[in-house]
């Protein structure tokens, strides 16, 4: 398990990769080479890949990044980055379902603000989207959308609760009121500590 996260500013990126990419090796090649690229980039405090899994009810994808930024300045070095652009490009010709290489049909990505207490990360992690600005539930950490970045977005609320006891996975995945969407996803890449 590792420390909270130390930042709070973070893009949240949804996407489903091309139907075969799990027989041609797509997690082992988030491991290997998509994550330790992304921690190593200018303005990436924390990168991790996750998979949505278990119990679900309304993801309209099937994997997503969280991708934690050093500074309220490090949008540009994430986003509009020549390097990381063309490391984007080259995932949408190896993974991408829209082999026409148009961004928004193999992605949508949020900016996203932290607005509670950081949570320690687990190997799952139980997600709510809304639109709500009630309170978060309790022991989940609150993030609001500040901008899409990609694609678009039905939601203005992220919830997180990070999960270490599969068992929990059923009641943590239910949805946190009137159209929200909550799904739970495991972890596949995360770098070290």
Known sequence: MSKPSAYDQMIFIMYSPVDDAEARGYSQWLVDVDNPY????????RYTNWRVTGPSSGAPFGYFDF???TGNNALFDV???????AFRHEWRVLWGRDRSLSAEGNSHAVLC????AAQRETPFVAVALHGAASPPPPGYERW????VLR???TFSFLDLRYLSDRTALDTAA????SGASAFVGELIAAPPG
């Open 38 to 45: 992304f921690n190593r980039a200018d303005g990436v405090a």
């Open 67 to 69: 991708l934690g930024m």
């Open 79 to 85: 986003w509009e980055s020549d390097k990381l652009s």
């Open 113 to 116: 603000r932290r607005q509670s």
């Open 144 to 147: 609001s959308v500040e901008k």
């Open 151 to 153: 694609g678009r977005s």
């Open 174 to 177: 239910q949805p946190k009121g």
